[in-house]
């Protein structure tokens, strides 16, 4: 797969020691049969306002920008405040149109997963039930194991600053081979993102191969950020290369 990297939207999920707030959850739509375009859903309940809400996002790994605009859903009605599924429904139900005409249809594999709630002693690379660095190994069945590292950066936010916290971009490098490429980095903090306090890998993703034999990768990255009642967490697909030397 030729170098190709995207951040998507943010999506939210809150470390277990924060207090209450928005904890969106990810749903994993799956890839288009080229592996050209990949699909997931965020969902959740907003903290403060309480309003249930879902997004379908369409990621264009080749021409790192949106295959097609997000399906938004946000219930308003006080009646809808435990309708977190309602929205999901809606979500998906106006979403299907557009995976049908950009081909998702094959399913992600899943080629590493942490739950946020699943804590590893205090490991700061293997941390996941709070923001921190973290590093996950996995196979892409090529030449064997290679392993990424996410790496947390101090950044300043003018937006942020009235709120007396430290905010966060990261990294991401592949070290495969006795070879590290670093395939992600922040240069500048999007206003999507909101006040990031710190990340860490949700999951590894493959997508079908090419013509090529070349498979995408996409990385689930959990921001957490400042939330009204507590911290919030949204996530970030980031796709990458596989490298050149795994091939």
């Not at 990297?5 to 999506?11: K, Q, R, V, Y």
């Not at 080749?62 to 599924?85: C, H, T, Y």
């Not at 395939?183 to 006040?195: A, E, K, M």
């Not at 306090?197 to 921001?223: Q, T």
Request: charged share 25%; hydrophobic share 40%.
């Amino acid at each position: 797969m030729r170098p190709i990297l995207f951040a998507a939207a943010a999506l939210t999920l809150l470390p277990a020691a924060a207090s209450a707030g928005d904890t969106a959850k990810r749903t994993l739509i799956g890839f288009s049969e080229d592996g050209s375009v990949f699909s997931f859903m965020e969902s959740g309940v907003q903290d403060g306002s309480g309003f249930p809400y879902a997004t379908v996002y369409f990621v264009d790994i080749a021409s790192d920008s949106w295959a097609a605009p997000p399906v938004e859903v946000e219930l308003r009605e006080e009646a809808a405040i435990e309708g977190e599924g309602q929205a999901v429904r809606q979500a998906i139900r106006r979403a299907t149109p557009l995976l049908e005409e950009q081909g998702v249809s094959i399913p992600a594999r899943l080629l590493w997963s942490q739950p946020i709630t699943e804590t590893t002693d205090g490991d700061p690379e293997k941390h996941g039930a709070y923001p921190g660095a973290m590093a996950a190994s996995f196979t892409d069945n090529r030449e064997g194991p290679f392993t990424l590292h996410l790496e947390e950066i101090e950044m300043a936010s003018a937006r942020c600053a009235e709120f007396d916290v430290e905010v966060k971009g990261f990294s991401l490098a592949v070290e495969a081979l006795n070879t590290t490429q670093v395939i992600y980095r922040d240069d500048s903090l999007p206003d999507s993102r909101g006040c990031p306090l710190g990340y860490s890998i949700s999951d590894v993703l493959e997508g079908p191969a090419d013509a090529d034999g070349g498979r995408p990768i996409v990385v689930m990255v959990n921001v957490f950020r400042l939330g009204f009642e507590g911290w919030d967490r949204r996530f970030l697909a980031v796709p990458i290369p596989a490298p050149d030397e795994a091939r």
